[in-house]
């Protein structure tokens, strides 16, 4: 069965960016002039995901206003003959058909994505999680949608990251599948997972990988995140339905596979990652991006 459907939390309340966030969604926190998670969305359209399922929550209306059209604007840009930004405005309204629930609390990543059950149905999906910002130019998602495709189960982003950081993340002991190196721009390889700790300490973590918030699921996730217990912070954790699916037989949807990510993400959510995001992103930006990188080479020089 082909993967359509791709579900987006973004009922976070962004509270590592206060108070920016107060009244605006992080969401919509704009990297250079186009908002986080319109990058995401974008993502999930170029490697066929056309449905797109946001998981909001109260104070996130915003969100869909920017993927909905905006005739008024349209008008005074059509008037004014701005052609360019025209088709800019348009182009967030047309890359996917965006659909939303409310979560109604703030119970978690698991409890987030258990919102998405109804409108996912029995068919395997994707969720791409708004504050992990991946360079286009590493499809990781495409990858994984083939791992899922060839080996069944389900499938995760994974990223070598140092020791001390992995309680940032949730983690997996992975051994390498030898015979399943993706081929690609990017050729990354796939490891079978076991033992997966939704952020620990550096002594008690299963490996130095990093579940990054890339992720390819069985529908069987949801049956396993209705009775899973709040876990780390009093949340309903992913990390530890996937624990749960990478110990279950293939025929009951089980099997648990990540595809190692070799290229740049960015924790939009973090303040100083953002903004290691923005200026890698004016750096390589068609307008300004030559005028931005002489300034920065002549300011970074002057420190
Ligand atoms: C979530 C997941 C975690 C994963 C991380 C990736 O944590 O719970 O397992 O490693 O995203 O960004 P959060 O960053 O939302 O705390």
């Given at each position: 069965?082909?993967?359509?459907?791709?579900?987006?939390?973004?009922?976070?309340?962004?509270?590592?960016?206060?108070?920016?966030?107060?009244?605006?969604?992080?969401?919509?926190?704009?990297?250079?002039?186009?908002?986080?998670?319109?990058?995401?969305?974008?993502?999930?359209?170029?490697?066929?995901?056309?449905?797109?399922?946001?998981?909001?929550?109260?104070?996130?209306?915003?969100?869909?206003?920017?993927?909905?059209?905006?005739?008024?604007?349209?008008?005074?840009?059509?008037?004014?003959?701005?052609?360019?930004?025209?088709?800019?405005?348009?182009?967030?309204?047309?890359?996917?058909?965006?659909?939303?629930?409310?979560?109604?609390?703030?119970?978690?990543?698991?409890?987030?994505?258990?919102?998405?059950?109804?409108?996912?149905?029995?068919?395997?999906?994707?969720?791409?999680?708004?504050?992990?910002?991946?360079?286009?130019?590493?499809?990781?998602?495409?990858?994984?949608?083939?791992?899922?495709?060839?080996?069944?189960?389900?499938v995760v982003a994974l990223m070598?990251?140092?020791?001390?950081?992995?309680?940032?993340?949730?983690?997996?002991?992975?051994?390498?599948?030898?015979?399943?190196?993706?081929?690609g721009p990017s050729p990354s390889?796939?490891?079978?997972?076991?033992?997966?700790?939704?952020?620990?300490?550096?002594?008690?973590?299963?490996?130095?990988?990093?579940?990054?918030?890339?992720?390819?699921?069985?529908?069987?996730?949801?049956?396993?995140?209705?009775?899973?217990?709040?876990?780390?912070?009093?949340?309903?954790?992913?990390?530890?339905?996937?624990?749960?699916?990478?110990?279950?037989?293939?025929?009951?949807?089980?099997?648990?596979?990540?595809?190692?990510?070799?290229?740049?993400?960015?924790?939009?959510?973090?303040?100083?990652?953002?903004?290691?995001?923005?200026?890698?992103?004016?750096?390589?930006?068609?307008?300004?991006?030559?005028?931005?990188?002489?300034?920065?080479?002549?300011?970074?020089?002057?420190?």
């Amino acid at each position: 069965m082909s993967i359509t459907k791709a579900v987006i939390p973004a009922a976070g309340l962004g509270t590592r960016f206060l108070p920016a966030t107060k009244a605006v969604p992080k969401e919509l926190l704009p990297v250079v002039d186009i908002p986080a998670i319109e990058y995401v969305v974008r993502e999930a359209a170029a490697a066929g995901l056309s449905n797109v399922l946001l998981i909001t929550g109260k104070t996130k209306g915003a969100i869909l206003d920017h993927f909905d059209r905006a005739w008024d604007l349209e008008a005074v840009l059509a008037e004014k003959g701005d052609l360019d930004r025209l088709r800019a405005i348009r182009e967030s309204a047309q890359l996917a058909t965006i659909h939303a629930v409310r979560q109604a609390a703030p119970r978690g990543l698991g409890h987030a994505v258990l919102c998405a059950r109804e409108h996912v149905g029995a068919e395997p999906f994707a969720v791409l999680l708004g504050d992990d910002l991946i360079d286009a130019r590493t499809p990781v998602l495409a990858s994984m949608i083939s791992v899922r495709e060839t080996m069944g189960g389900s499938v995760v982003a994974l990223m070598r990251v140092p020791r001390e950081q992995i309680s940032l993340y949730g983690s997996a002991a992975a051994d390498l599948v030898d015979d399943a190196v993706l081929p690609g721009p990017s050729p990354s390889s796939v490891f079978r997972l076991s033992n997966l700790v939704e952020k620990p300490s550096p002594e008690d973590a299963p490996s130095d990988f990093a579940i990054i918030g890339r992720y390819v699921l069985d529908p069987a996730v949801f049956d396993i995140l209705d009775e899973t217990p709040p876990g780390r912070g009093g949340e309903i954790q992913l990390t530890d339905a996937l624990a749960r699916l990478a110990e279950m037989p293939p025929e009951l949807g089980g099997g648990l596979h990540g595809v190692l990510f070799d290229g740049r993400r960015y924790d939009t959510g973090d303040r100083l990652d953002y903004l290691k995001a923005v200026v890698r992103l004016a750096v390589d930006h068609p307008e300004i991006g030559t005028e931005f990188a002489t300034w920065l080479a002549e300011f970074t020089g002057a420190l």
